[in-house]
């Protein structure tokens, strides 16, 4: 069964930065785009952004400029620097497939997800 684990979440400052971390097991990470997605207070998840093995990271317009993702295929994991934050990046942040992916193959089950707050 796959595992998602998200970590690195916290109460911030706005212009704050923060790296979240989620480690994949129980799959053949190398093979699936993975996303970050997010869901802000009273907000439906939404997409983030995502990476395809070897390919460019894809990012909504919202948070482009302003954050990173990227994946290290030996960790099986996937990262997402957030720079330059706004009270308005406040949610609860998940990685899973690709929504495309998703379905096609399915989701994963979601992990617990790791919070952020923006907050002066």
């Known amino acids: 069964q796959v595992q998602l684990v998200e970590s690195g979440g916290g109460l911030v400052q706005p212009g704050g930065s923060l790296r979240l971390s989620c480690a994949v097991s129980?799959?053949?990470?190398?093979?699936?785009?993975m996303a970050w997605y997010r869901q802000g207070p009273g907000k439906q998840r939404e997409l983030v952004a995502f990476?395809?093995?070897?390919?460019?990271?894809y990012y909504q317009d919202l948070v482009k400029g302003r954050f990173t993702m990227s994946r290290d295929n030996a960790k099986n994991s996937v990262y997402l620097q957030m720079d330059s934050l706004k009270p308005e990046d406040t949610a609860v942040y998940y990685c899973?497939?690709?929504?495309?992916?998703?379905?096609?193959?399915?989701?994963?089950?979601w992990g617990q997800g790791t919070r952020v707050t923006v907050s002066s």
């Open positions: 129980g799959t053949s990470f190398m093979i699936y785009t």
């Open positions: 990476i395809a093995n070897g390919g460019t990271p």
């Open positions: 899973n497939k690709e929504s495309r992916q998703a379905l096609i193959t399915g989701w994963w089950n």
